[in-house]
């Protein structure tokens, strides 16, 4: 007789499940870390750290996010189709998406003297008067920015091109979740402090500053300035246990056992014959692979799935479209609900099995898994 089928997910397919409750209990822990009248900068780039952007920024919008923050302008084009009225700050403008930037009212990071003036032309060719730009200073990440050295002089350049006016001076903390590098995040603190007041001084008044991340707004509360910044926390990441604890994730990605097989001692699973079992093993095939953002290097034992609160180490090499996991001792059969990583099965503890951070895992879930919306 078939036993109660009562594991089963309700699509049978692989999904990326979305809890919006999730969202605005992180959204709202990390509100009730900062003073009243700071401004919260919600970091949706990436299709929101890989869940779904437009969703997740209506929700943020609704709950009152002041700015949101995209990578690039397809990102802030994308938003604004999807109803974002709010200001979005493009971090990574590139010169081909200037006139795409102002048609769309986007706002750009700008961290060279190559951007500022190819900006300042269009923003004169389209006949715009005080276009709002927001400018990044190198404190310490060595990525992108103006060197503090040169603080004064690039306000004193904007100064006198009237069709800019700066919105907000802001830096990027290197290491803020790290109690070995407090230190240095110091250095990038007063650095940054430095630097307002050069471009202040110059400008002759004071734009919105910022540079607290998720980890800063949580490890140096006594530097929020005007505007804080989080992405990761958002998502249900504090990169910190005790923050963890107070945050959800936002995100499950979940499949289902497509076959089991059993496998005799000396037969090997998928390709070039990788996992070759010593003893006899039952195994599941789950319909997700690489191409879906489980990578490689999650096979042969690294990575694990969990099935009836059981985990599941991934054997052999992962495939484009498959994974095998064996389930030997594991009550399940063909058509069950497995957990890849959720709110019981971390993201953080599966990708550190793996040698990466969450951060790489969540935002690399293929576009072809589907969004399931919750909450």
Known sequence: MLRPDNNKTSTGETVLEIDLSALENNYRYLVSHIAPGTRFMAVVKAFAYGSEAARIALKLQELGADYFAVAYTNEGVALRDAGITRPILVLHPQPISYKTIIARCLEPALYSENLLEGFAKTARDEGQKEYPVHLKFNTGLNRLGFTPEHAGK??????IIPCLRVASVFSHLAASEDPAEKEFTKDQLRSFARICISVEKELGYRPLRHLLNTSGILNYPDHQYDMVRSGIGLYGFGNDAVYDSKLTPVASLKTVISQIHEIGAGESVGYNRAFRASTP?????????HADGIGRQYGN??????????????????????IMVDVTGIDCREGDEVVVFGKESSADLLAAAAGTISYELITGISQRVRRKITG
């Open 154 to 159: 690039i306000a004193s350049e904007i100064k």
């Open 281 to 289: 093993v039952r195994t599941a095939t789950l319909p997700l692979g």
């Open 301 to 322: 034992g690294k990575g694990y799935v969990t099935i009836r609160g059981n985990r599941a180490p991934i054997i052999g090499n992962v495939c484009m479209d498959m």
